[in-house]
C-alpha cells in the first residue's frame, strides 16, 4: 500500500501513513519526539471520520493525525518540534512559562446544572492555557441552545443576549464551551487559526464580546500560526511554507 492516499467526494484530502520510522505528515523530529512519549502517541490513534471516503477503505484504519489538513497535526507538529518550547519570545507570546509540558486531547470538567461535568475534549493544554487549534476547519459548531443552556455557569460568564444565536441555534458553540472551559479550570484559552481565516477571526471576538466577566476576559486571546511560526526554528518556518503556506510574520 502506498505511503500516500487521496480520498474522494467533496472535500478531497491527503491521507498519509508512518513507514520506515517516519511519517509524510509529520516532521522528522516531532514524530520521533511523538513517537518517545506514550501520551502524545496515544493522541495519533484518533479517530478518522471520513475513513469511508478512502479508496481500500477496509485495508487497514486511518487516523485523522494522518490526514494533510488535520490542525492536530499542525499542533503537534509545533509543540513536539525539540527546544520550541524553551523560547523566551514564543512563550511570552502564548503566555506560558518556558519550559511547560503541552498535553493534547485534554479533557476539563466543565460543571453542568445538574451537578455533572461535561468532560469533551479540547486540543491542548499547555501551562495555564488551554488552546483551540484551526486550520481549515469551517466554523466553531453549531448546536442548538438547549445543549448551551446546560451549562452551570453560562448566566454568570455571558450576556446571553449578545450570543450568536439564530433560530434556536447557536453558533460557535465550542468556543463557549471552551470559555466555560477556561473558567472552570481557572485558566486562559487561546484560539490558534490562520491569519488569513478572518471569518474564524471575527467569530471568535464575537464570542469574547459576549463575555460579561471582565477578568475572565483578560485570560482569552487569539494567537496566528503566522505569529508563531516567525519564532520557530528555520527548520520549522519551511515546513510550514511548503505544507501549509504558512509565512511567519510577527
Known amino acids: 500500500m502506498p505511503d500516500l492516499e487521496v480520498s474522494y467526494g467533496a472535500s478531497q484530502s491527503v491521507i498519509f501513513r508512518e513507514a520506515e520510522g517516519g511519517h509524510g505528515n509529520f516532521l522528522a523530529a516531532s514524530f520521533a519526539r511523538i513517537m518517545a512519549n506514550p501520551r502524545w502517541k496515544q493522541r495519533l490513534t484518533k479517530s478518522y471520520t471520513a475513513s469511508r471516503f478512502v479508496p481500500r477503505a477496509g485495508d487497514r484504519r486511518r487516523y485523522e493525525l494522518e490526514c494533510a489538513n488535520s490542525s492536530d497535526a499542525l499542533l503537534m507538529n509545533v509543540f513536539c518540534y525539540p527546544g520550541v518550547l524553551r523560547k ?65 455557569d453560562l448566566e454568570e460568564l455571558f450576556d446571553q443576549e449578545r450570543l450568536p444565536v439564530v433560530n434556536g441555534v447557536v453558533r460557535s458553540y465550542q468556543l463557549i464551551r471552551c470559555v466555560l472551559a477556561a473558567h472552570a ?59 501549509y503556506g504558512i509565512v511567519g510574520s510577527v
Do not use: H
Request: charged letters at 30%; one cysteine or more.
Open 88 to 152: 523566551v519570545p514564543l512563550c511570552a507570546l502564548l503566555g506560558i512559562e518556558p519550559g511547560s509540558k503541552p498535553e493534547f486531547g485534554f479533557r476539563p470538567e466543565i460543571p453542568l446544572r445538574n451537578g455533572k461535568c461535561d468532560r469533551t475534549e479540547m486540543d491542548m493544554r499547555i501551562g495555564t492555557l488551554l488552546v483551540e487549534a484551526k486550520l481549515t476547519e469551517g466554523d466553531f459548531q453549531r448546536a442548538p441552545v438547549r445543549l448551551v443552556e446546560r451549562y452551570r
Open 185 to 243: 479550570s481557572g485558566v486562559g484559552f487561546a484560539v490558534i487559526c490562520d491569519r488569513r481565516r478572518q471569518d474564524l477571526t471575527e467569530q471568535w471576538f464575537e464570542v469574547m464580546a459576549a463575555v460579561r466577566d471582565a477578568a475572565l476576559r483578560t485570560r482569552l486571546g487569539l494567537v496566528t500560526w503566522q505569529e508563531i511560526g516567525a519564532m520557530l526554528p528555520a527548520s520549522v518556518q519551511k515546513f510550514l511554507a511548503e505544507k
